[in-house]
């Protein structure tokens, strides 16, 4: 099983990026996923997760910002990232929820 995570970067407060898991050697649709990250001299956080079903939870602090997103046929989970913030700059991993799979991390850095 692997999975890959892309679409960090560097972008400027209130930018947007979308981040992308692909997963190979699973089928995710019947999984719940999960977008986490660590920020430097922090604790990892879960930001989003997603049932096999659709149904969302985020962490409080980006309501209303982020938006997971999983197209099955594709095998993807998606993190839509808007109005990003300096809080927001971490390495950000995917996760496939109950099991011990991780997709290496992709770093966001919001920076003016």
């Known amino acids: 099983v692997q999975l890959q995570a892309s679409g960090g970067g560097l972008v400027q407060p209130g930018g947007s990026l979308r981040l992308s898991c692909v997963a190979s050697?699973?089928?995710?649709?019947?999984?719940?996923m999960g977008w986490y990250r660590q920020a430097a001299g922090k604790q990892p956080e879960l930001v989003a997760r997603?049932?096999?079903?659709?149904?969302?939870n985020y962490a409080d602090n980006v309501k209303g910002r982020f938006t997971i997103s999983r197209d099955n046929t594709k095998n993807t989970v998606y993190l839509q990232m808007n109005n990003l913030q300096f809080e927001d700059t971490a390495v950000y991993c995917c996760?496939?929820?109950?099991?011990?799979?991780w997709g290496q991390g992709t770093l966001v850095t919001v920076s003016s």
């Open positions: 996760h496939i929820i109950y099991t011990d799979y």
């Open positions: 050697g699973i089928r995710l649709g019947f999984n719940v």
């Open positions: 997603i049932s096999s079903d659709g149904i969302t």
